[in-house]
């Protein structure tokens, strides 16, 4: 219990402060979505159904890690973090430090900062990858600082309000080794502030407010972006019948060497109407609206839930919606993306649908499975010109049809195991498969506690082959990639960690030459205090 304690305020932390961008406005393979290798699969996380909408991502992709059960059996979920902290075993900071083949060092050091009903909680962490092929070393500093603040849940005043303050920041060196002129460096710097204000412990009202700036640019080119971003949320329950809205306003300011100054607002309104039938059936309508500097789309709105036995649910959404996706979004996705006639994109996805079956039983295992189908308008995509290394970015009217199932099992004294299994075709209208979209695409880990202070993982992913153009006449290989960590308790305070990466020594490409890391093994240790 110790060690999974331990190992779940490391994951608190580093949840607060993710280095990834959440960026759910660009329509791109989630593996290639901040530009950095491959290593193990994510885990999947859970997140209770009651606060979210029918089937929302965040309902679909629960945010509470597996390995975090056995510690979280707290009766009201918006004193989590807080009732977390009374632990005897819990430590406010730990220092990580590990060095291996290709790492010399990665170092991390987190602290939380806990006082009566918040927190205060910071990061910093570097990275300095050596070359694996030439020009192919990499450094990487980021920080973060976040605060938190709770109000009593027993208070006469908004009861139960979370208080959300925090930014973080990350700056990126590296070389285009993959393109003609490989000594060429670029450094980027990725920035977000955020501010925010929810209620999800009321009954009969629950909202969601929240200020967010996110900053990208680069030292050695003219390329500057802010986008400003206010997204809210607010819902008004009786017994059997709701009242809702969601909205989001961005605005886009860009400043490049080749395009004028730029600036673009979009806005995004949807009130809705649910209804509960019979305690067993939730459903929802409304009406959405998007509008970007005169593009627009109007749409209706309607999901259903129906629970066909206990815990055993069908999910059903039409959605149609619109996303602003800047320059910025795009050079977060692709770090070899060279800024060219692109300020922003309005992507529609019309006739946008998802089904899903789901069923999970207490906190042992999470079954889901089902599709998602849409008709994009302006999907965008890279590709790269003359195989040059400096990639563009296009757009073109496709279908996209993803069938999935998701796996989470915690067996207890067997370990923890999740998988996910995706089948995702993508075509233009000429039957073209989009690139750099897999068909397939598989993902699992195990992990296992022995108890005596050894605990083990094991984690494969796969990626079917894709392709670089839209053409698809060049094509990337599939692979396997392969690799566990083990982790030895040699003390409480003291943690010792074996990582190996890429077991199969695989050769991979995410972005068409650029060699993802081969076969690395690596040690470190993790120190914990107060």
């Known amino acids: 219990m ?46 209770p159904a009651d606060i979210v909408s029918i089937i929302s991502e965040e309902y679909l992709k629960p945010t509470i890690k597996p390995e975090q059960l056995e ?35 990665a170092s991390q050091i987190n602290y939380t900062f806990p ?11 570097q990275l300095n990858q050596l070359a694996y092929v030439n020009n192919s070393e990499r450094q990487s500093i980021f920080g973060a600082l976040n605060f938190n603040y709770l109000l009593p849940t ?30 060429l460096k670029r450094t980027l710097n990725i920035g977000t502030v955020n501010a925010g204000i929810q209620n999800l412990f009321m009954k009969q009202f629950i909202f969601e407010i929240n200020f967010a700036g996110d900053f990208t640019y680069l030292d050695d080119a003219a390329f500057t972006e802010s986008l400003f ?20 306003f961005q605005n886009q300011f860009l400043k490049t060497d080749s395009l004028k100054d730029v600036s673009a607002n979009f806005v995004f309104v949807r009130p809705t109407v649910s209804l509960e039938l019979f305690d067993k059936v939730k459903t929802e309508f409304g009406f959405s609206f998007y509008n970007s500097e005169g593009n627009k789309l109007t ?6 839930g129906i629970e066909i036995a206990e815990n055993f649910v069908l999910l059903g959404e039409y959605s149609p919606q619109a996303e602003f996706i800047t320059a910025g979004k795009l050079m977060r996705d692709n770090f070899y ?4 006639t692109v300020n922003n994109i ?22 889901d499975g089902g599709i998602r189908y849409y008709k994009a308008e302006n999907l965008p995509y890279f590709i790269n010109p003359n195989q040059s290394g400096y990639f563009k970015a296009a757009t073109t009217n496709a279908t996209k049809l993803n069938l999935f199932l998701n796996l989470i099992y915690h067996l207890g004294p067997y370990g923890i195991f999740y998988a996910s299994f995706d089948y995702i075709k993508i075509e233009d209208s000429n039957n073209k498969q989009i690139p750099y979209y897999p068909n397939l695409k598989a993902t699992a880990t195990y992990g296992y506690d022995f108890k005596n202070g050894l605990s083990a993982d094991l984690s494969v992913n796969y990626f079917s082959d894709m392709y670089a153009d839209l053409q698809n006449a060049e094509k990337l290989k599939s692979f396997f990639n392969l690799g566990f960590e083990l982790t030895y308790m040699l003390k409480e305070q003291f943690l010792l960690t074996l990582t190996v990466e890429n077991i199969l020594n695989s050769k991979r490409f995410l972005w068409q030459g650029y060699q993802e890391k081969p076969f690395d093994v690596s040690i470190g240790f993790n120190f914990f205090f107060d």
């Open 2 to 47: 110790k060690l999974i304690l331990i190992y779940f305020l490391l994951i608190l932390s580093s949840t607060a402060f993710s280095q990834e961008d959440k960026n759910p406005n660009v329509e791109l393979p989630n593996f290639v979505i901040t530009g950095k290798d491959v290593i193990v699969v994510r885990r999947v996380e859970k997140i």
């Open 71 to 105: 510690v979280l059996n707290i009766s009201n979920p918006v004193e989590r973090d807080l009732s977390i902290l009374d632990s005897a075993h819990y430590h406010r900071g730990f220092i990580s430090v590990e060095s291996g083949r290709y790492k010399l060092p």
């Open 115 to 125: 006082f009566e009903r918040g927190m205060l909680r910071g990061r910093i962490n």
């Open 154 to 183: 027993n208070g006469m005043f908004l009861p139960g309000t979370k208080f959300t303050l925090g930014g973080k920041h990350q700056r990126n060196g590296f070389k285009f080794f993959g393109s003609t002129n490989p000594d």
């Open 229 to 248: 971003s206010t997204n809210a949320f607010a819902r008004f329950q009786a017994e059997n019948f709701g009242l809702g809205v969601k909205g989001d």
């Open 299 to 304: 749409s209706l709105f309607a999901a259903a």
């Open 337 to 340: 993306y060279s800024q060219q």
């Open 346 to 367: 309005f992507l529609k996805k019309k006739n946008k649908i998802k089904a899903v079956v789901k069923y999970e039983y207490d906190k042992y295992y999470q079954i």
